[in-house]
């Protein structure tokens, strides 16, 4: 395993979540959300840096686990790792992120605008594992 490649596949990939949950449909997630358009996440039990930090790691396990899959199937095509990305989020980040919508009655807006972040996310990193 590439470990380079899997901490560029989650620095990308985190990339990708920013870009989403701030210029692309930050201000729309946060009224789903119910919290101020700016500053803090009102009563989110961590601070933002130790939020950014954790999310960076949940992320970096993601891409290793994801780079794991890609080993063990001899993916080295982008097209090959966008497509077990893909798989791999329909089959796990898809299905699990709905359970948001059947038991906590979340809008399915919330649940595109996240699913989709987890979806582009991982095609991109799994796109730089595969071919590193």
Excluded at 51 to 73: D, Q, S
Aim: glycine share 12%; with cysteine; aromatic share 16%.
């Amino acid at each position: 395993m590439n470990y380079i490649a899997i901490i560029v596949a989650a620095i990308a990939a985190f990339a990708v979540g920013a870009l989403w949950y701030g210029p692309m449909f930050g201000k729309t997630w946060r009224g789903l959300m119910g919290v101020p358009a700016e500053g803090p996440m009102g009563s989110a039990a961590y601070s933002p840096a130790q939020a950014v930090a954790m999310g960076f790691v949940a992320t970096l396990v993601l891409c290793f686990v994801l780079g794991i899959f890609e080993g063990a199937l001899g993916v080295s095509t982008a097209a090959g790792g966008a497509i077990l990305a893909a798989w791999l989020w329909l089959g796990f980040v898809a299905t699990t992120l709905a359970s948001g919508v059947f038991y906590e009655g979340r809008p399915w807006k919330l649940y595109f605008i996240n699913a989709f972040q987890y979806l582009a996310a991982l095609v991109v990193a799994g796109i730089i594992i595969a071919i590193w």
